[in-house]
């Protein structure tokens, strides 16, 4: 990844509500989930070609104003789930900005060759078989 990690986080938005499901009393009383948001086209720390990588790959993720949404409500901590979203935006810019090799094409080998003409012998042979039954 070729950008400026602390301007991205800077234009993160991090917003923090109570947990959904169990949890006791802690889940009740205290706002632990955090839900960052990061707006992808008005993004400084991103090149246009990063930014529509991300498009295309995270568009399941982003919504129609643009916005990157993601959420963490497994730690006790405020602090603990903004350390879980960061990491989660980590790895899914990591995947999503990753450059994909070009295949490089090859030719059959010899042995690939001769193994195919020996499994179309064989076939060939089979079908004859079934074919010269005498009645």
């Known amino acids: 990844m ?24 802690n889940v009740n009383k205290v706002s632990t989930k955090i839900t960052l948001s990061l ?16 498009f295309v790959r995270l568009k ?16 006790r901590t405020q602090l603990g789930n903004k350390k879980a979203v960061l990491t989660k935006l980590e790895k899914l810019l990591e995947n999503a900005l990753r450059e994909e090799k070009k295949r490089v094409e090859t030719k059959p080998t010899r042995a690939s060759q001769q193994k195919r003409i020996e499994s179309k012998k064989h076939l060939a042979e089979k079908k004859k078989r079934r074919s010269d039954k005498d009645f």
């Open 39 to 54: 707006n992808i086209g008005d993004s400084k720390a991103l090149t246009e070609r990063q930014k529509e990588l991300i």
């Open 60 to 75: 399941n993720r982003i919504n129609n104003e643009g916005v990157l949404l993601l959420s963490s409500d497994t730690e």
């Open 2 to 25: 070729s950008f400026d990690w602390d301007t991205l986080i800077n234009e993160c938005t991090f917003t923090a509500s109570r947990s959904s499901g169990s949890g006791g009393q």
